[in-house]
């Protein structure tokens, strides 16, 4: 059974920055294709950004050269760096795991992060 814990949410000034973290269990990481997607209230769920069991990255056009997606095999973490952040960044912030084109999706249970002077 694939786990994802997420981690390192919370309140930030407009501007700040945060790193979020998501633990996996179960599975063979290495493998995994791993994607951050958010979900604001009244909003659907959006793709921020995704790892490629390759490494290769994509980023959602709103967060370009403000966040950075990373993965460490060694830990089964995957890790989104935000910085410059908006207050439209504010929205719950969940993991995805899955192996390449497989219909089965793994989720966290989400973590919040609120961008608000």
């Known amino acids: 059974q694939v786990q994802l814990v997420e981690s390192g949410g919370g309140l930030v000034q407009p501007g700040g920055s945060l790193r979020l973290a998501c633990a996996a269990s179960g599975g063979v990481f290495r493998f995994f294709d791993m994607d951050w997607y958010r979900q604001a209230p009244g909003k659907r769920r959006e793709l921020v950004a995704g790892i490629g069991s390759g490494t290769a990255t994509r980023y959602a056009d709103s967060v370009k050269g403000r966040f950075t997606i990373s993965r460490d095999n060694e830990k089964n973490t995957v890790y989104l760096q935000m910085n410059s952040l908006k207050p439209e960044d504010t929205a719950v912030y969940y993991c995805?795991?899955?192996?390449?084109?497989?219909?089965?999706?793994?989720w966290g249970q989400g973590t919040q992060v609120t961008v608000s002077s």
């Open positions: 995805n795991a899955h192996y390449g084109d497989s219909v089965r999706h793994y």
